[in-house]
């Protein structure tokens, strides 16, 4: 008999952060994930997470509000329907709801977990096999203070952790985030690539003139310096400066890839699982980009080792992560709700290989950290 989605349960687990992690729109201690528990027939538990940064600061789902839909409007539509057809549960969530990404990545990651354990294979190997199975890290700089900012990135070199760095910038006047970035970039030399992450926080104007000032201080990448819907003004600063960009926020879609591509833009894309809506749609993201020779970076949404994980198998399939990965979440959290933690280790980290997600919910922290 074919197994059917018996219950959905979605919890919020709050997880202090190691220290303050400062965004150009908001300062993180905590961060909050939803839990996904999705519960099948024939006994098998597929595990999911849909997790965002700064409340609403950030964009227009919350914690709280990706637990409500699900809760209200999504588990609904899923309960009762086959477990294992994962594509016609993306095409019933979307045929029924707008918008939603990250609760809709949750269920989608939770439908391939259950998946893949039901068959005996890793998330990976459902999406047709690993290509590599250790992705190279990078580490976001964002204690706020240089001297801090510093001492991190050194100490992270000597651990051979990381060795590649993003600073969060956007929130200070321009000459101050300059001189921040260019003094980090001159403390580091050569050890490291050092590349920023202005969230959107710049007009044209100002990236015209900060985009010039980081690629003297021999900055290697520039993350969406202006708003995610001003894709011309993007393709514009892509082809004024030889320092690349990275588009984040203004590719959330295949169709923003391609959009971009028509356009002229050149540079690199970030996939992100949460902001497309599942795996499925942040590797659509990735095809326009091989097509059109646009690299690649693997995003996070400082997810957990839940959604973390989900990530990694879905880039581990790709054949080449030109930039990269920020797959550092669980690292910025002082606990953990699974039994074993990813394995970090040689400036990168490594896909976990047991069936599904490869994870396993630690039952006694879960309960300690969920929300009362
Ligand atoms: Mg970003």
Redesign the pocket.
């Known amino acids: 008999m074919t197994p059917v989605i018996e219950t959905i349960e979605t919890i919020l687990v709050d997880l202090p952060t190691i220290r303050p992690h400062k965004l150009s729109m908001t300062t993180m201690a905590c961060q909050t994930m939803v839990i996904v528990r999705m519960r099948h027939s024939d006994g098998i538990e597929g595990l999911g997470e849909g997790t965002t940064i700064g409340g609403l600061a950030y964009g227009p789902e919350s914690p709280e509000s990706i637990k409500r839909n699900i809760d209200t409007y999504l588990a609904p539509i899923l309960v009762g329907q086959p477990s294992g057809n994962v594509h016609t549960m993306r095409a019933r969530l979307n045929g029924h709801v707008r918008g939603n990404n990250i609760a809709k990545s949750a269920l989608e990651t939770a439908l391939l977990d259950a998946q893949g354990k039901r068959l005996g294979l890793s998330l990976a190997e459902l999406l047709g096999g690993a290509r590599q199975t250790h992705l190279p890290v990078l580490w976001t700089l964002a204690s706020g203070d240089t001297r801090k900012d510093i001492d991190e990135a050194l100490s992270r070199l000597d651990q051979r952790r990381h060795c590649d760095f993003?600073l969060k910038i956007g929130s200070n006047p321009l000459d101050q985030d300059v001189r921040h970035v260019a003094a980090i970039k001159e403390a580091l030399g050569e050890r490291a690539s050092v590349r920023v992450?202005v969230?959107q926080a710049w007009d044209e104007r100002t990236a015209v003139r900060g985009i010039q000032l980081l690629q003297e201080a021999g900055i290697d990448l520039i993350?969406?310096a202006i708003p995610a819907r001003e894709h011309a003004g993007l393709i514009r600063l892509a082809n004024r400066f030889n320092v690349p960009m990275?588009a984040?926020?203004g590719v959330q879609d295949a169709r923003d890839a391609l959009d971009l591509v028509c356009g002229g833009f050149s540079g690199a894309f970030?996939l992100k699982i949460s902001k497309s809506g599942g795996i499925y749609s942040a590797l659509e993201v990735a095809h326009v980009a091989q097509a059109a020779g646009i690299g690649l970076y693997g995003?996070t949404m400082l997810e957990g080792t839940i959604g973390t994980a989900a990530s990694l198998h879905a880039w581990a399939t790709l054949p080449e992560m030109g930039w990269g990965t920020?797959m550092f979440g669980p690292l910025l959290l002082k606990d953990d709700i699974v039994v074993e933690p990813l394995n970090y280790h040689e400036f990168g980290v490594e896909m976990p290989m047991a069936p599904g997600l490869g994870i396993t919910l630690d039952e006694e922290k879960l309960a300690h950290y969920s929300r009362k």
């Open positions: 993003k992450d969230n993350e969406q990275l984040d926020e970030a995003g920020e």
